[in-house]
């Protein structure tokens, strides 16, 4: 069975702290993804990979960057966290083509104070 | 510029009842729409995934729709379960790129 999991469910850090999420997927995925999702905004894409240390900026790369060392894993870190990054993120990964399906993780809530 | 619409915004049924889900899109060049059912605190998980060939798809008690001519999908809910209460998000990719562009969801409710 498909499974994206992601190290923390629930995250609180405070301003200025470098914070590091992480996520695996055990499908062999080409793919990752992180969105953050927040309300009445909907998901929005930050980062991609499409393969072992590529990457491709999303839609709001700003203040994140991303990792990507080994296939399965897919690393999401905030150089110096802001309020403004308090919100749920996504990890997601799916095989290459437009397609395949997303798989995603349970999310993990992150508050920074 | 890419976007999905969706309404209602949310939407309060009573266990048993049917209940229809709307996406309206402008995604240029269409590649595939999907329909994700999120519990609350839960990642999404995919319901169906429908090419521009085909019209309706279902998955149990949920079946979609999809008019690639005027560019507007249905999830309709069958005889609803309290299990149903969740978002419910409407995902449309072109084929030009890997990207999505997401709705922002129908929260439904399901009441006893």
């Known amino acids: 069975d498909v499974k994206v999991t992601q190290s923390s469910r629930y995250l609180v850090k405070r301003t200025g702290e470098k914070v590091f999420l992480e996520c695996v997927q055990d499908?062999?995925?080409?793919?990752m993804f992180w969105y953050r999702q927040d309300p009445g905004l909907g998901l929005r894409l930050i980062y991609f990979?499409?393969?072992?240390?590529?990457?491709e900026k999303g839609d709001i790369p700003e203040g994140y960057s991303v990792s990507r060392e080994k296939k399965e894993r897919f690393s999401l870190i905030l150089e110096s966290a802001s309020t403004n990054q308090t919100s749920m993120y996504l990890c997601?990964?799916?095989?290459?083509?437009?397609?395949?399906?997303?798989?995603f993780g349970p999310g993990t809530r992150l508050t920074v104070t | 510029k890419n976007q999905v619409e969706q309404s209602p915004q949310s939407l309060i049924i009573l266990e048993g009842k049917n209940c229809t889900l709307q996406c309206n899109y402008t995604v240029s060049p269409f590649s595939n729409l999907r329909w994700y059912k999120q519990d609350t605190g839960r990642g999404p998980v995919s319901l169906t995934i429908m090419t521009f060939s085909e019209n309706t798809k279902s998955n149990g008690r949920y079946t979609a729709t999809l008019d690639a001519d005027t560019k507007q999908s249905s999830l309709h809910i069958t005889a609803s379960q309290l299990s149903d209460s969740a978002s419910y998000i409407c995902?449309?990719?072109?084929?030009?790129?890997?990207?999505?562009?997401f709705g922002k969801g129908t929260l439904l409710t399901v009441n006893p």
């Open positions: 997601a990964s799916s095989l290459p083509g437009q397609g395949y399906e997303q798989y």
């Open positions: 990979s499409y393969d072992v240390k590529m990457k």
């Open positions: 995902v449309v990719s072109a084929s030009s790129n890997y990207k999505l562009t």
């Open positions: 499908m062999d995925h080409e793919n």
